[in-house]
């Protein structure tokens, strides 16, 4: 033994094991010594609660039940049933948990209350531990061809359940479907869990090389996931290049193609994102063009801002003939709570949790600062001060067009709304520009710095998020978010900011 201590080589090796050993010993003390301090922590957190509890008129307070809050920090509440399935949930949160879900349908002082349907898990991700107690076992069915596919132990009831859409069984897991009742069908099937979409593959014939533009790994799902199905509605946040990703598809399909907006802002803005990536085949029209476009066989459709889809008014665009579909939405939801007919009108969903890409960095969240005041007048005056104070691009959004041709002609900015023309050279050529909802979808602006919310349509959530969406787009690391309300209109149409909590965005409430 002691030979091989002598040994020089012998000798460096026992010295490099023993520090090693010394090394592992003094890591495990010093995690020992972490693991102590988190455990103390969470046992000073359990405390401060505790106190702070008991100090408050609740003096029943049991702190048993602590640890199942912090374990377990939601309820879930069926708050829907149809045709005995449970089709939508409330999930109620405490606010000092950061969580979102879903569409907050209201908050409290103290709880955030989601709403949860069966479909949010298409647009976004869904934690696991939640998703679990949503499963259900819906009924596997598939439509194709002007027919709803089942096994055929399941036929009667297949049939039982969506009599209404279908005219009779067709042979063996086949039952046929009335005809226009296609699309009611799939809304049904969607709304109780399943999606019934057929593959019906790209066919390679009908594609061109179109190397212009480089897809990004998200934007390259969204692709193959169109590649499988042929026809695919995308559900990615705003900013993150979802119209991109529709030029890119543009030069990629050969022949015919429409893409449907719901602004003349956007038939410009994709008229010359065209133009630039030099591609001439594509028909650019509004919601509004029906008849323009009901006669012509389209090799695609793009629907931007296909949240419009369901619309009575513009549903029938969903009967054009087109080969393949695509559709693109930040905000997929609706107020008249047809949010099934939104994928069931477009394709196979593709979506990704906003905070991945707010993780990522592709995306930024504005500064959201919400001043209340007390008369219309006391807005005008705030609004001044922050024409004085904000430097850089800035969007004024103002429904109203009296207003808005007030404030523009007193500060000296153009107004852009409906009937003003070469509106993105306008936006493009002003540093501040006053705009109505005109600018309210698709619209980007890379070097915006701040928009402003001067008036608004009610309580529209919808219209909140898409405007708070216009700084998604900015190449700005930080952006600005002004709300001006006075306390009337904070109570009538506060629920418009749910658009924005529900996201996690932080409001900085100022009177």
Known sequence: MSDKVNDPKSFDILTSVRAAEQSVSSTQTQLDEVMEQIEQMRIAIKETITKRIEESKYTKFNPD????LLEEPYAIVPRREEKGIVTEWYVIVPKMIDFQLGWLDRSTKSFNIFLVNKYIKWFSEVPQEIAIRFHEQPLQTTVRDGLLLVDENDRETAWNRYKPYLLNRAGSGAIRIKRGSEFDLIASIINDGTLPFTAMPVNPSDLRDFTTITLRDYQEVAWSRFMQYGAV???YPFGT?????GIYVCGRVKGAKLVVVPTITLKEQWNERLKQYGITDVAVETYHAFAKV?????????????QHLPANTFIRLSTLKTKYRIGFSGSPYREDGRVNYIIALTGF?????????FELGIIHKPTVTLKIVNTAQ???????QLLNLETGKTLIFCDSLDLGEKIAREHGLEFVYGQTKHRLDLIRDNEKIVISRVGDEGLSVPDIDTVIEYDFLFGSRMQESQRSGRLLHSEKLETNHYIIMTEDELDRYGKRLYALYERGYQVNIIR
Do not use: I, Q
């Open 65 to 68: 039940f602590l640890d199942a």
């Open 233 to 235: 509605g995308v559900y």
């Open 241 to 245: 290049g979802k119209s991109f990703l």
């Open 294 to 306: 009901k006669n012509t066989a389209w090799n695609l459709v793009v629907f931007d801002e296909h």
């Open 349 to 357: 969903p593709v979506g990704l949790a906003w905070e991945k890409f």
């Open 378 to 384: 006391d807005k005008l005056s705030y609004l001044t």
